[in-house]
């Protein structure tokens, strides 16, 4: 208990000390298509991909878990993971010191005994895992527990609390929405705060009974006030006229993902704002969870996106490619070829 009081009050110290808008900076990522190769340096446990192993090497370290690394080939998004979040030396350092880390290829072909004992290929298990996107992070505690996963990239404050709240246990008692909730209070500014855009829809919000004929697929942008990477979403991404002309096919609505504003739910619930995001666990923003015609979530953003993966994630749904395709990487791939 105290060494996680430690790490929220550091975590808390780092905020205040360069500031709110410093401590959340996204480095630039261009994810235009280009050759990256799939990256698993030598500090990698050198797997030979039984988990049940690498877990037991965990123990035997002494370590506070197992983390698998699940990149891919041609990644802008995990290239800024290694050259930024990894390059930072307490990152890397605190890495090495809690957790082993065991790396596959999200397509790849190389069978895998998993934590049960099952055979399967490294992209069988990540359609078992539900992973749309890369770079993605599973958590293991020591008993072999899934207890945290981090999907996309994520900048270095966020991804150093992400690391904290896994080593010194936080999941055990709350959610990473709240743990970072408590260290870095959000800001209570009402929708006015947010970056509006045309496309928006105004409320009041019922999202059970859209007016659009035929019914078109929905966008919920959950946004706060005090956002940088709200900022850059807004100035950069959906400035796109690519990305402009595909959200004009789908119902767009913002809320601010901290205020009290009623929304009535594609269910027909009415929640507040806050109290949705709080039962999706949404804890980073802003994050975009799309729904399709008929109200039923289909795949959410809830990490760093630029133009080219909001392009493609719009084209999944619009093409409705998620009724052949598992996960929106295999659909992704066939699209490539």
Excluded at 273 to 290: D, K
Excluded at 298 to 319: C, F, G, K
Aim: hydrophobic share 40%.
């Amino acid at each position: 208990m105290r060494q996680s009081l430690i790490s929220l009050v550091c975590l808390s110290l780092l905020i205040f000390l360069v500031g709110p808008t410093a401590a959340r900076e996204q480095p630039p990522i261009d994810d235009s298509p280009r050759h990256i190769g799939l990256q698993h340096p030598d500090w990698f446990e050198r797997s030979l991909l039984d988990l049940r192993e690498d877990l037991a090497n965990v123990r035997a370290q002494d370590k506070r878990g197992l983390m698998i690394y699940v990149g891919m080939d041609h990644c802008p998004y995990c290239e800024a993971l290694f050259t930024v979040n990894f390059a930072a030396a307490d990152i890397l350092a605190y890495t090495r010191e809690h957790f082993n880390v065991v790396g596959l290829d999200i397509r790849g072909s190389r069978e895998l005994t998993d934590l049960d004992g099952r055979v399967k290929t490294e992209r069988q298990y990540a359609i078992e895992k539900g992973l749309n996107f890369t770079p993605a992070l599973l958590f293991y505690d020591r008993e072999g527990e899934a207890v945290f996963r981090l999907r996309g990239y994520h900048p270095p404050y966020r991804f150093r609390a992400a690391l904290e709240f896994v080593a010194d246990g936080h999941y055990e008692n709350e959610s990473f929405r709240d743990y970072l909730a408590r260290a870095d209070p959000p800001p209570r500014f009402d929708v006015a705060g947010l970056n509006d855009q045309a496309f928006f829809q105004s409320g009041p919000h019922r999202l059970n009974q859209r007016g659009s004929d035929p019914i078109r697929p929905l966008i919920v942008f959950f946004e706060q006030g005090e956002c940088h990477a709200c900022d850059i979403l807004h100035t950069e991404p959906l400035n796109d006229p690519a990305v402009q002309q595909l959200l004009s096919q789908f119902d767009v609505v913002q809320l601010d993902m901290w205020s009290d504003e009623s929304v009535v739910l594609p269910d027909g619930r009415t929640l507040s704002a806050e109290a949705w995001a709080s039962e999706l666990g949404l804890y980073y923003a802003p994050t975009l969870v799309f729904f399709d015609a008929s109200g039923e979530e289909v795949i959410r953003i809830d990490s760093v996106v630029r133009q080219h993966r909001l392009h493609a994630v719009m084209e999944y749904l619009l093409t409705e490619g998620y009724r052949s395709h598992p996960t929106f990487q295999r659909w992704r791939a066939e699209q490539d070829g």
